[in-house]
């Protein structure tokens, strides 16, 4: 899996709780992604970074904040989770611009 | 109106089989195309890429473009139930684009 690994693999909360999923990548890639995969969207761009303390937003940025303080690692945090943030998450990474984006294997996250 | 557009199946064929699977997209400015293939419970990953128009292949996979009429395609030959899978098209203006647009992803079934 291209060395990436996100925690938890599962997780359930509640509304109005904060949540932080993280990515940890081996491959000292520069680039890092957050998706979110959802029945009916496909894979949906949350955040991104091209460097340690560089993000943007992505499409579906609302309500996720994000932090790269290493290169290696690229977390997600939901500030105050909503029912409507249920999804599966899933962190990308890739070496160059024009290098093929590899996927860890997905964060299951229900809020109740 | 979403910008690419993916039957999500279910479909399901009989082993041996040639498949087709396809995506509309309704913004020109797409140029890069990708098909990824992702099984149960793990994250995508890229099977074929194509740049603007034109067939590309690779071995019993066949990635195809027609841009004047926004459609792609990928045809699986042979098709083996480890085929079986969510297969996903994705597509940018170029190779180097920070934001892809997904489809939905079609499910595929190939039933020995």
């Known amino acids: 899996d291209a060395g990436i690994t996100q925690s938890p693999r599962h997780k359930v909360t509640e509304t109005g709780t904060p949540v932080t999923l993280r990515c940890h990548q081996t491959e000292n890639h520069r680039y890092m992604y957050w998706y979110r995969q959802d029945p009916g969207h496909g894979l949906r761009l949350i955040h991104y970074?091209?460097?340690?303390?560089?993000?943007d937003k992505g499409e579906v940025s609302d309500g996720y904040s994000v932090s790269r303080s290493k290169t290696e690692d690229f977390l997600l945090t939901l500030e105050s989770a909503t029912s409507s943030q249920t999804s599966v998450y899933f962190c990308a990474i890739r070496a160059g611009r024009n290098s093929p984006l590899h996927f860890g294997n997905g964060t299951r996250l229900t809020v109740t | 109106q979403k910008e690419v557009e993916q039957d999500p199946g279910p479909l399901s064929v009989p082993e041996g089989a040639i498949v087709s699977l396809n995506c509309t997209y309704s913004?020109?400015?797409?140029?890069?195309f990708m098909w990824y293939r992702q099984y149960s419970r793990k994250g995508p990953e890229l099977l074929m890429y194509?740049?603007?128009?034109g067939n590309k292949e690779d071995g019993r996979f066949t990635a195809q473009v027609d841009k004047s009429s926004k459609y792609i395609s990928l045809f699986i030959r042979d098709s083996q139930p480890s085929d079986s899978a969510t297969y996903l098209c994705?597509?940018?203006?170029?190779?180097?684009?920070?934001?892809?647009?997904f489809g939905q992803g079609t499910r595929l079934t190939i039933n020995p």
């Open positions: 913004n020109s400015a797409f140029q890069y």
């Open positions: 194509t740049y603007s128009s």
């Open positions: 970074s091209y460097g340690v303390k560089d993000t």
């Open positions: 994705a597509m940018s203006p170029y190779q180097g684009a920070q934001k892809l647009v």
